[in-house]
């Protein structure tokens, strides 16, 4: 997906074109960051994740709006759209929804079953990306597993409803290592992905 920042992936798009999968990334990348703290946290027994809900809606909303932008009206063929703008448009209704309940100290598992759904939509994605050859080379090797940590990252999500206490506390922990993961692949490709445009002629 992330091949679409190579040059001959945007001829013939308008000159007006503006490629903001990299700042996407960075906001994916902290979101992912966010979620981790959280499962650290609560799998720590600590109060200050609800020091959280105000990064948690703010990163949520950006990726609501990056991806809905991207869902509806980007330029680019609509495999990659529904590949990255979909996903990113659901993980900020899910932040956004998580940090609202979290500040009404409404009980936020429930969300988790949309995180597991959400998870099957990128598993397919990941599966998609090799059958269908939406990515190749250097790209897929950033692609293709942060598609796979994410999807884990969805799909074991209800882990949220393990206690806290005993073995549990390990549900919470390999979340922690799974989100952690998913956000260094989106932050490399994305600070890759801003140093190829930097190199790139007006």
Do not use: C
Request: proline share 4%; charged share 10%.
């Amino acid at each position: 997906m992330f091949a679409v920042l190579k040059h001959d992936m945007i001829r013939g798009v308008s000159m007006a074109f503006v490629d903001s999968l990299t700042v996407m990334l960075l906001g994916l990348g902290l979101s992912a960051i966010v979620l981790a703290l959280y499962f650290l946290g609560k799998g720590s027994n600590k109060k200050w994740t609800n020091d959280l809900i105000v990064p948690a809606f703010t990163l949520g909303f950006f990726d609501f709006i990056s991806g809905f932008l991207m869902s509806f009206a980007w330029p680019l063929p609509g495999a990659y759209n529904m590949l990255f703008g979909d996903p990113l448009l659901m993980l900020g209704l899910i932040m956004m929804a998580g940090a609202y309940m979290l500040h009404k100290n409404i009980n936020i598992n429930f969300l988790s079953i949309f995180g597991f759904f959400l998870g099957i939509y990128i598993a397919v994605g990941a599966l998609g990306m090799v059958n269908f050859g939406l990515e190749s080379g250097v790209y897929f090797l950033t692609a293709f597993p942060l598609y796979v940590f994410a999807a884990l990252s969805g799909v074991f999500s209800p882990l949220i409803y393990a206690k806290a206490k005993g073995a549990g506390r390990y549900g919470y922990y390999f979340m922690f290592v799974l989100l952690i993961i998913t956000a260094l692949f989106a932050l490399l490709i994305g600070y890759s992905g801003l140093y190829e445009h930097l190199q790139s002629p007006p």
